[in-house]
């Protein structure tokens, strides 16, 4: 079997440069010998895409940039951004351009391949949007691609046909029913960071070098032309579609007297508009224009999918690092960043930072106000800069009505205080808390704490306590917190038996918490890897004074030593070692060494 060309945009680029009638009949005399040379030669279509794939493999960098740089209407619509437009004229060019700029798609969108498999990276070309408005049919152009298996981030895999969506796209549909997606022959395949495809090789999906057979040029230009014709159609419709959307806007902003004039209305607008009302305005707007159809007009026009992520993430660290020390957040939260976290994850689950997130039973804006909370707190949810001083009002108040933990807040958020220990408030609590919110943070951010201790969930109020001595079992925690952490068998028993087990411990270090830290960090530079650290605490009450008091430490990703004590601190991640309020008695490192687990009882 003969290679295919070995650089298949070398006939239209060079069609690009020459512009004499002579060049050009030259261009078409290589094209013929070419042909000559592949004359009906037929090879697979993952065979000749991995070849091609390889051959452009140095353009990676370069193409993701100009992926991501470009429109998605050009990236749906267009067949040459990646590569040069050729002659009309030009058929060969013409398909060389359509098969260069899919192998070359595939290598942009995609970022490992496995037996065939390429799993897709929509994020890593153009982030969020990308994520949600380009798919298949956008990245594999070349209309000889008709059959793919597409396999889930869940492990589904099913075949997927080359198509027309519902909306008029060039798509790939499902070409089966997947009941366990709830999806029939025929629908449209969303594609997403993680998923993967493969095509299929079958007698009737495989690729047919263009020969001299004029019958097989044909076949594959008008296939071509064909689907050229679709996308320019579903490029006026989806114009024609946002041209009427708009129309809705200009129609009820009239409608309710909002608008001066509605000539050249963006979405920018729009949006800008939205976002400088005030909360009383904002209600206005919801009782002259019934929710459900402001709700509608904001999917129609996009303005549901309008992402504010990074503003607002500055805008919650903003706010959180102003807070005066004894605030109430601080006071169930533990510390800033903690507080920081817990209002990121709740954006995050509400509206994904979308702030016209509309629901169904009209809540609405980032954090999902009630119009109750909304008229309350005189806030504009869709601004950023008040939803964020919204949620902190709407907390405290929470708190001060017995929403004392992180937890029990965010399930009054949901529920309300009335509800927030009922079934569902504690469900919606462990979905926030399941959010690993460094997700949503600047990667370069120097305070991203990319905690170590993402599984562990120390014991929060109401504190489990022994009936006969009334003392709170602080060393089961710690010992739950230990195993956790990767010691295995951790000592337990009550805070002071352990301690008078471990305080003639070789490893046992006593001293100012200054002390402790450079003892533990000089253990560290002595090559010992510390799992963990068992702490002992003075009592501070009568019962501590009588039974001590136990927590554990650990040193999180950026060197810093925090203290999981929920009894004390209250939160789930800990707080800096400094900046602990208890006075430590001695500490005992865990650390593993090639035999194993030393330092324990």
């Known amino acids: 079997m003969r290679n295919p060309p070995q650089n298949p945009e070398r006939i239209d680029s060079h069609s690009q440069e020459v512009e004499s009638s002579s060049s050009r009949t030259n261009i078409r005399e290589q094209a013929r010998a070419e042909r000559e040379n592949l004359s009906s030669t037929i090879i697979t279509q993952s065979q000749l895409i991995q070849q091609r794939i390889d051959e452009f493999n140095e353009n990676l960098n370069e193409d993701r940039e100009k992926l991501r740089t470009a429109s998605v209407q050009n990236i749906r619509y267009e067949t040459h951004v990646l590569t040069s437009r050729p002659q009309p004229s030009d058929e060969i060019g013409r398909i060389n351009n359509v098969k260069a700029e899919t192998a070359r798609r595939i290598n942009a969108y995609t970022s490992a391949q496995t037996e065939g498999w390429h799993k897709i990276d929509y994020k890593s070309v153009g982030g969020e949007e990308h994520e949600r408005m380009i798919g298949l049919g956008d990245i594999l152009m070349d209309p000889d691609i008709k059959l793919i298996k597409i396999k889930k981030r869940n492990g589904t895999e099913f075949t997927a046909e080359r198509g027309v969506s519902k909306t008029g796209r060039v798509s790939f549909l499902y070409a089966e029913d997947v009941p366990s997606l709830n999806k029939k022959k025929g629908d449209y395949v969303a594609t997403f960071t993680g998923d993967q495809f493969k095509i299929i090789d079958t007698a009737d999906n495989k690729e047919t070098i263009p020969s001299e ?10 296939k071509l032309n064909s689907e050229e014709a679709q996308r320019k159609e579903n490029q006026r419709e989806s114009q024609a579609s946002l041209e009427y959307s708009h129309d809705n806007i200009h129609h009820i902003l009239e409608t309710i007297g909002i608008a001066e004039t509605t000539d050249n209305l963006t979405n920018k607008q729009v949006i800008e508009w939205f976002q400088e009302r005030t909360h009383i305005q904002i209600i206005e707007i919801r009782r002259e224009v019934h929710p459900s159809n402001l709700r509608r007009l904001f999917k129609e026009t996009g303005l549901d999918n309008y992402s504010q992520k990074e503003e607002l993430i500055n805008e919650i660290r903003r706010q959180v690092n102003d807070l005066d020390e004894n605030h ?3 006071s169930a939260f533990g510390e800033k960043e903690t507080l920081i976290d817990g209002m990121i994850r709740v954006a995050a689950v509400e509206s994904g930072f979308r702030p016209f997130n509309w629901s169904r039973t009209n809540c609405m804006g980032f954090f999902q106000f009630t119009k109750a909370n909304t008229e309350n707190l005189k806030i504009n949810p869709l601004n950023p800069k008040e939803a964020v001083e919204g949620l902190l009002k709407l907390w405290e108040g929470n708190y001060k009505s017995g929403a004392k933990t992180p937890e029990l807040l965010f399930a009054a958020h949901y529920r309300g205080t009335g509800k927030m220990e009922d079934e569902r408030g504690t469900e919606y609590a462990d979905k926030i808390a399941s959010i690993n919110p460094d997700e949503f943070r600047d990667q370069n951010d120097e305070t991203q704490l990319n905690r170590r201790m993402s599984a562990v969930a120390p014991t929060s109020a109401p504190y489990e306590i022994n009936p006969e001595t009334g003392a709170t079992l602080c060393s089961r925690t710690a010992a739950n917190n230990l195993k956790n ?5 951790p000592p337990r028993g009550n805070a002071n038996e352990v301690a008078f087990r471990l305080q003639n411990n070789p490893e046992a270090i006593g001293g100012s918490k200054e002390q402790i830290i450079s003892r533990l960090n000089s253990l560290i530079e ?3 890897e510390i799992i963990a650290v068992d702490v002992f605490v003075k009592g501070a009450s009568a019962a501590g004074r009588v039974h001590g008091h136990r927590a554990v430490a650990y040193r999180a ?20 070692f400094e900046n602990y309020n208890g006075i430590i008695e001695f500490v005992v490192p865990y650390y593993r ?9």
């Open 557 to 576: 990703p950026n060197g810093n030593w925090r203290i999981l004590d929920p009894y004390r601190n209250r939160n789930r991640h800990g707080v800096n």
């Open 328 to 330: 109430d957040m601080l």
């Open 485 to 489: 952490l990767g010691v295995e068998n």
């Open 526 to 528: 002595q090559g010992k």
């Open 593 to 601: 060494t090639q035999s194993g687990t030393v330092g324990t009882v």
């Open 213 to 222: 057979n004029p019958a097989e040029l044909t076949r594959y230009i008008e």
